[in-house]
């Protein structure tokens, strides 16, 4: 089906002197060049987005961590934050002075990560129930965390579901059909059921939150409110895994946060938004259950041969990521890998 709205035409221009050099600065300061592509407006609200007053800087005190990686008194949410990689996030931004409302559906698992994380911290962890594959529960969500804040700081777009696996290796052509097409489990609603919580799911919750995510630079010196949604090695890898409909939705989830930062900054919302591909980290998803403090364990020894670290993820590998996309204010549009090198030796699609 077309678009419904007409894309975006860009109209070829004469103006534009040759050999000129099209810098950020000569398009800043020469508004009589029309643009001839996309990127004129693009670098003009790119401007806007991340100037700051920051000048060469001589003070050594600016360049300490916790200046760098401030999120103290940040107001956070992040969804799946009750087990998993959620709750790695959860602590590393609590810990270091957030207020963090953690949403998922499961009252107890967010009531007991508050519990055992949230006591003798500089920040705070609210537990909040909320499906958010349900456009309704999001509305609620957004109203419920109006209500208590003026802003958003930072949107962790974490929940995420994996519902098949299949056996992709065969010796023929009817033997790899009959693994694939005849296993009952692989259906159309079970691509849709992984579709809905792992794509759209980011895209309304990131669109539902844009007057909150706004607001965070007002109330944050410097701080652009910033959305980090949870893609995955899987988006990127040729191999399927032996979960076509788990990678194909995270394929998507890369794609998604690269058009809704695109749209945000042309329309010069001083939001950022990124993805996080983690490689294999412990989790309910991966390890099939959490203990009584909510945290899962892979043995190491599973991923000595597989991953060039020789280990899975650990807690501190996600903490540092997660710091690092949510408090560098030059970092947009990206999708940042933390895998141990899972994608150097698997090798990415295209
Ligand atoms: N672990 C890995 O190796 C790995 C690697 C790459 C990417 N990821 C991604 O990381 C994210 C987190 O997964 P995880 O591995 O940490 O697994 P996990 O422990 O199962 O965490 C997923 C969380 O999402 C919540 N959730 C699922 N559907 C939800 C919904 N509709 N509404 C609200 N919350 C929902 C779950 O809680 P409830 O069931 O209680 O709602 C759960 O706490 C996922 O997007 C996953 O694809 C994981």
């Known amino acids: 089906m077309p678009p419904k709205f007409p894309l975006r035409t860009f109209k070829p221009s004469l103006q534009v ?19 001839i592509t996309a990127a004129h407006s693009r670098l ?23 200046k760098l990686f401030n999120v103290q008194g940040k107001v956070a949410l992040i969804t799946g934050g009750g087990s998993g990689i959620g709750l790695m996030a959860t602590q590393a931004l609590a810990t270091n002075g957030a207020k963090v409302y953690i949403v998922g559906r499961t009252e107890e698992k967010l009531e007991r990560v508050s519990e055992v994380y949230g006591k003798d911290i500089p920040g705070q962890i609210i537990p909040v129930t909320c499906d958010v594959s349900k456009k309704d529960e999001i509305k609620k969500l957004v109203e419920y965390i109006s209500s208590k804040e003026k ?23 009817e033997e790899m059909s009959k ?53 995955s090695i899987s988006g990127i890898v040729k191999t399927s895994q032996h979960h076509f409909a788990y990678n194909a939705s995270k394929a998507a ?15 010069g ?5 990124n993805s996080v591909a983690p ?18 364990h892979i043995p190491r020894e599973k991923y000595e041969s597989k991953v060039p670290a020789a280990r899975p993820g650990e807690d501190r590998d996600m903490a540092n990521a997660i710091l690092f996309l949510a408090t560098n204010q030059y970092l947009n549009g990206q999708t940042v890998a933390v895998d141990g090198g899972y994608i150097l030796s698997a090798g990415s699609g295209p």
């Open 17 to 35: 002197p040759r050999r000129a050099t099209l810098t950020t600065s000569t398009l800043v300061h020469r508004p009589s060049i029309t643009p």
């Open 44 to 66: 003009v609200n790119l401007k806007s987005h991340f100037s700051t007053t920051m000048a060469p800087n001589n003070n050594n005190q600016d360049f300490k961590l916790d």
């Open 151 to 173: 802003c958003l700081c930072i949107l962790f777009n974490n929940a995420g579901i994996s519902l098949n696996t299949q056996q992709t290796e065969a010796k023929s052509a």
């Open 179 to 231: 693994n694939l097409f005849d296993d009952e489990n692989e259906t159309f609603e079970m691509w849709t059921d992984t579709y809905r919580t792992n794509v759209p799911q980011l895209f309304f919750m990131t669109t539902a939150f844009l007057p909150l995510l706004e607001a965070a630079h007002k109330h944050n010196d410097n701080f652009s409110g910033t959305v980090i949604n949870n893609s």
């Open 253 to 267: 989830a890369i794609h998604l946060t690269s058009m809704l930062a695109n749209e945000i900054t042309q329309n």
């Open 269 to 273: 919302l001083r939001i950022r938004v």
């Open 279 to 296: 490689g294999v980290f412990p989790s309910e998803m991966t390890a099939g259950e959490s203990d009584e403090n909510q945290k899962s």
